[in-house]
């Protein structure tokens, strides 16, 4: 009997103690919204693409006999990145130079004959129907002899197209032949395609019901362009800062939007083009907003929400992120208060409707 009463004891003293307290409030820590002046910002999202593109082709026909630079790997301008067997067009070129040499050859024959048959007719010892003939013939001469070096010319242009150099700094593109290929034998051939991914190009759009704010904010910005800050999507941070460059002419009648273009400096080539980044534009004069600890915001199915304690529970209050960070902070609008006793860890907080005591 003393035993069983021992025990009755123990788990009356445990029901009793504050693990089994049901209406003891939680303590959490708290913080107090701040107020600054925060830029009003479009924002928006953009595809990231190289600033140069283009596709090298096989210009002549030929066997592919060389292909030097891997594929992926950066190359500078003027490199040689493809070359075709040139022995058929240094052969045309060589027949090309024979003709010119002719070409030459017949021009001082013409030439000589006509300085015989302008002598001849000042002595009136010929009719001058042979001197207009010899002028004549001189000037045939000359123009066969254009005629054989614009050939040369050519053969000589068309020899060099046996080499495709880089025509910028980039990053090759797979080839899309190896050497002892032929190619090139139904027109122009696409062997790869070069990047320039430094600088890369930002390229979004905006809507009609943005464009005057946007449009002011661009005559504001001088010649150097406004600047565009630009990040992950799906965050809130903006490390990137870009210049935009390019605004389009028109809207485009079926969307109701205009095309802007930024260039982003990508030394390090941490960047691919077809990505795509979050970006925002500072719009006029700052605003004013609330600011508070990223820790301080949570996440929901219902969006972005803030935890305040009121009259000893805790509320949701939803709220907009309306910037990036400033100081540690992100500012934010919607239905919160500047007196507001905000949970400074969304995490960590008990159900909403709790009873909770504030711990400054």
């Given at each position: 009997m003393a035993r069983l009463h021992s025990l009755c004891l123990a788990v009356f003293a445990?029901?009793?103690?504050?693990?089994?307290?049901?209406?003891?409030?939680?303590?959490?820590?708290?913080?107090?919204?701040?107020?600054?002046?925060?830029?009003?910002?479009?924002?928006?999202?953009?595809?990231?693409?190289a600033s140069r593109q283009v596709d090298l082709v096989a210009r002549v026909p030929g066997v592919l006999i060389e292909a030097p630079v891997r594929d992926g790997a950066p190359v500078r301008a003027g490199e040689r990145l493809f070359r075709i067997d040139p022995a058929p067009y240094e052969a045309d070129v060589a027949a090309a130079q024979a003709a010119v040499a002719g070409a030459e050859a017949q021009l001082r024959r013409s030439e000589a004959d006509y300085l015989r048959q302008q002598e001849l007719a000042e002595r009136q010892v010929t009719p001058m129907s042979q001197l207009d003939a010899a002028e004549a013939a001189r000037d045939g001469a000359r123009a066969d002899l254009d005629a054989a070096r614009a050939q040369r010319r050519t053969a000589d242009i068309t020899l060099g197209y046996t080499q495709i150099t880089a025509p910028f700094d980039g990053i090759l593109s797979a080839r899309t032949a190896d050497p002892g290929a032929y190619v090139g034998a139904s027109g122009a051939e696409v062997l790869a395609s070069l990047y320039a991914t430094d600088?890369?190009?930002?390229?979004?759009?905006?809507?009609?019901?943005?464009?005057?704010?946007?449009?002011?904010?661009?005559?504001?910005?001088?010649?150097?362009?406004?600047?565009?800050?630009?990040?992950?999507?799906?965050?809130?941070?903006?490390?990137?800062?870009?210049?935009?460059?390019?605004?389009?002419?028109?809207?485009?009648?079926?969307?109701?939007?205009?095309?802007?273009?930024?260039?982003?400096?990508?030394?390090?080539?941490?960047?691919?083009?077809?990505?795509?980044?979050?970006?925002?534009?500072?719009?006029?004069?700052?605003?004013?907003?609330?600011?508070?600890?990223?820790?301080?915001?949570?996440?929901?199915?219902?969006?972005?929400?803030?935890?305040?304690?009121?009259?000893?529970?805790?509320?949701?209050?939803?709220v907009q992120v309306a910037g990036g960070m400033i100081d540690g902070l992100l500012p934010v609008t919607g239905d919160l208060r500047s007196d507001a006793v905000v949970v400074a860890n969304v995490a960590a907080a008990p159900p909403v409707g709790s009873a909770a005591t504030a711990k400054p």
């Open positions: 445990g029901l009793c103690s504050p693990a089994f307290a049901a209406d003891a409030p939680a303590q959490l820590r708290t913080v107090a919204p701040r107020a600054a002046m925060v830029p009003r910002y479009l924002e928006t999202t953009g595809t990231v693409a600088p890369l190009h930002v390229e979004f759009s905006v809507s009609e019901a943005d464009l005057s704010a946007v449009l002011d904010t661009i005559r504001a910005s001088g010649p150097a362009g406004a600047e565009v800050e630009l990040g992950q999507t799906g965050t809130d941070f903006y490390p990137l800062r870009a210049r935009l460059d390019y605004v389009a002419p028109t809207l485009a009648t079926d969307l109701g939007t205009l095309a802007l273009r930024a260039t982003l400096p990508n030394a390090g080539g941490m960047i691919t083009p077809g990505v795509t980044l979050r970006l925002r534009l500072a719009l006029g004069a700052p605003q004013r907003r609330l600011m508070l600890p990223p820790a301080a915001i949570g996440t929901d199915l219902e969006g972005r929400h803030v935890l305040t304690i009121e009259e000893g529970h805790l509320r949701r209050r939803p």
